[in-house]
């Protein structure tokens, strides 16, 4: 889910990269024309919009040959989330978005028993409030709000989206081409209900990779610089973006993703993709100060797709490899500070339950992914297989997933009513033989 309030056009930090935004934001309100502002009160009333959806969510975790610890759970929660945001005046707008998760007492009384990721308690959060600048060239926008980068996500996978609170700015000079900026300072899980000074690998987390040194020592954000070429365009069969990201006191990473869909207008249209990622260490290198278990390792990540768009669907292969250092953190696994136990990375062979940056640990993996449409997609099939051979190869995974999806049509009184079903089934995990996803939602959207 996207909340409505956000809009898409789409350092340890220091004392200029915090006033940056602010200052073009000044800049950006007296060299640009002001948009038309509206008559009155009733008009902004009128023009204000709110968007959300209703959804219900049911899980079961099941395991085969477990360890003593590990018990099977399930939860359920039913919530979503609503969002405004008002007209523009002045090139500036005003958005907000709650959001709610409510397990309506029917989980199970042992909390060993429930899947706290959904997750499964109460929750009620307001995770955006922002003010936004935007005309033709400029927008700026902050403090709270969903951030939708490769490695800065909001992980909606569950009932609540992750948030952020800092700056996300883009300039646009030329069609297609953006520069986008990005200051956060504060961390918002999609499991919690405040922003903290944290990330995925702090303990407190539902998810995530804690790592228990890391408790009682803050983080001072992230900070990314990118590049994008026709990530917003329908008519280009080309869409790259490169982007220099630093999670202060944990890692660097430069990241390349390109993808390129030839059209041939006969239905069959070819594609191809790369991924390219340079991990290096930073700051204080908290993984190894406190964690004790050794810096960002100086690794290098590969990725490629290839497949074919079909009238009815879309068949791609992908190979994504990651190289080892010995002594760094996971053996070199690249570090994701806010997906890592989401599995909402982007690596091509990344599946449901997990991906390599869930194995903690470098190596290779495949994927295989089959995507179907029916009754003028209406109706949505998705089934992949992915293998993981990590290193040392002791420990290899496989993941098989299916993702079912009907939504009702336009002409329907239940339109906006969509149901869906995702199973993921991981062979090979060490712990136990083979571990099981069940997730049914029921989603309403207005």
């Known amino acids: 889910m996207k909340p409505f309030a956000r809009e898409t056009p789409h350092r340890r930090g220091t004392d200029s990269a915090a006033i940056l935004p602010a200052v073009a934001m000044f800049v950006g309100l007296i060299a640009s024309p002001a948009s038309h502002p509206v008559e009155n009160i009733q008009d902004f009333i009128d023009e204000t919009v709110v968007n959300g959806h209703l959804r219900s969510y049911f899980f ?17 929660s039913l919530g979503g989330y609503i969002g405004l945001i008002t007209p523009q005046v002045y090139n500036l707008r005003i958005g907000a978005t709650l959001y709610a998760a409510n397990s309506l007492g029917l989980n199970p009384k042992n909390p060993d028993q429930i899947d706290t990721t959904l997750p499964g308690n109460t929750l009620y959060v307001l995770g955006e409030k922002f003010l936004q600048y ?46 986008v900026g990005i200051r956060l300072t504060d961390f918002k899980g999609r499991d919690e209900g405040s922003f903290v000074r944290t990330n995925l690998y702090y303990p407190n987390h539902a998810g995530g990779s804690p790592v228990d040194g890391l408790h009682g020592h803050n983080t001072s954000g ?12 329908v008519e280009s069969p080309l869409k790259a973006q490169l982007w220099w ?47 004790r278990k050794g810096r960002a390792g100086n690794t290098a990540l590969f990725g490629v797709i290839t497949g074919v768009d079909l009238p009815s669907g879309r068949l791609t292969v992908a190979y994504n490899k990651i190289t080892a250092q010995k002594g760094a953190f996971a053996n070199g696994d690249i570090l994701s500070p806010y997906s890592t136990g989401y599995a909402t990375d982007p690596l091509y062979t990344t599946s449901m339950i997990g991906g390599m940056v869930e194995k903690q640990a470098p190596g290779d993996a495949f994927k295989v992914t089959a995507t179907w449409f029916a009754m003028e997609k209406q109706i949505k099939a998705l089934g992949s297989f992915a293998a993981y051979y990590t290193e040392p190869y002791a420990h290899n995974q496989t993941e098989f997933n299916l993702d079912m999806t009907y939504s009702f049509p336009n002409s329907h009184p239940l339109t906006g009513l969509t149901i869906r079903d995702r199973f993921g089934l991981l062979t090979g995990n060490p712990a136990y033989t083979q571990f099981y996803y069940n997730r049914v939602m029921i989603q309403y959207s207005f």
Request: glycine fraction near 10%; charged fraction near 15%; avoid cysteine.
């Open 222 to 233: 992230a900070q990314a610089l990118s590049l994008q070429y026709a990530l917003d365009s």
């Open 60 to 76: 079961t975790r099941n395991y085969v040959n477990p360890q003593p610890y590990q018990i099977d759970q399930q939860a359920f």
């Open 245 to 291: 990201n630093q999670f202060f006191d944990f890692s660097n990473l430069w990241w390349l993703d390109a993808q390129y869909l030839h059209k041939t207008r006969h239905g069959i249209d070819p594609l191809i993709g790369i991924q390219f990622g340079s991990q290096s260490g930073d700051g204080a290198n908290y993984l190894e100060k406190y964690g």
């Open 134 to 179: 935007k005309d033709n060239y400029l927008m700026l926008r902050g403090p709270d709000q969903v951030i939708d980068t490769p490695w800065i996500g909001p992980a909606d996978g569950r009932m609540l989206q992750s948030t952020f609170r800092g700056f996300y700015g883009s300039v646009t000079p030329f069609k297609d081409i953006s520069i």
